[in-house]
């Protein structure tokens, strides 16, 4: 059997973007955003805002489908394009998710106290 490599996978797909070429590409792109989800958001980040993994792999994969275009393999190796693409998302993701979360126990506290001082 063959090995094909992405950056294959991404040229076959850039010429004929059919569903024959993307159902590889998706295959790539989603065992790169499982792992990349399973090991950030478990072992690094440690954020339990995320309560449904699979959802946030598939809008991974999705973001990494709208970078396709702007991909140059004369830059570098694709992996590492779309890997450091995914995970900068993700980083992105949880940084709001991260700052949502302190507005809206700032904006509880503030509540609270207003409340407690009209009584």
Known sequence: MKKVTLEKIIADYKDDPSVETMEPVFEQFWIMAKKIVNHFIDKKLKWTCFDD????????????????????????????????????????VCRTQYKYQELKEKYLGYVKKGSNSKN
Do not use: S
Request: proline residues 5%; contains cysteine; glycine residues 4%.
């Open 53 to 92: 993994k699979e959802k946030l792999a598939r809008q991974m994969v999705c973001h990494a489908f709208l970078r396709i275009p702007r991909y140059d393999p004369q830059k570098g190796k694709a992996f590492n394009y779309f890997t450091t693409t995914m995970l900068g998302w993700l980083r992105q």
